[in-house]
């Protein structure tokens, strides 16, 4: 029994630097992602690369109280996304950076919380703070984004709310 309880003990040990190097992954994969949106005024940015990290038919959207408070939202793909806001990014600038990210991991599956704020380039100005709620799933040995939702924080739902 002594030998099965030590051999149990050493499988879980070298299982956790496994887990360790996917979380490092995922966390990389969602740094890239808001690097990629993220320039100075004038930079074009390198969508060719933003398309690779996301999977076929990933959804994208924002979602918010809505007029009713009822909820609403839009899904869009990736390629809405850069068509709608890739303008906009390269003409004001943005950057956005997470302030806060919670990764949960369960096989080829990633589910990460993530909080950020943007910032407006040519002003400096805090245009936004949310949480990002994302999707990965690992697929041919790379993270790839399933599905990337947004909100914004207000008065009803702090950032810290998608923490408790």
């Known amino acids: 029994m002594k030998h099965v309880v ?20 995922v966390e990389a994969a969602v740094q890239a992602v808001y690097d990629v949106i993220s320039g100075p005024v004038g930079q074009e940015r390198d969508f060719d690369s933003m398309r690779a990290m996301f999977l076929p ?38 950057t956005e950076r997470p302030t806060r990210t919670e990764i949960t991991l369960y096989g080829e599956i990633a ?15 805090t245009l936004v703070r949310g949480v990002n709620f994302m999707t990965l799933f690992k697929f041919d040995g790379e993270w790839k984004f399933a599905a990337l939702l947004w909100r914004s ?9 998608a923490f408790e």
């Open 153 to 161: 924080a207000d008065g009803d739902w702090p950032v810290e709310a």
């Open 6 to 25: 030590w051999a149990v003990l050493a499988l879980v040990l070298s299982l956790a630097p496994a887990r360790a190097d996917e979380r490092a992954n």
């Open 111 to 125: 589910y990460v919380r993530s909080a950020y704020e943007g910032i407006r380039a040519d002003t400096g100005e």
């Open 57 to 94: 038919g990933a959804a994208m959207g924002a979602v918010a109280p809505g007029e009713t408070g009822e909820g609403a939202g839009r899904i869009i793909s990736v390629e809405d996304y850069i068509e709608r806001s890739g303008p906009w990014l390269v003409e004001h600038g943005f």
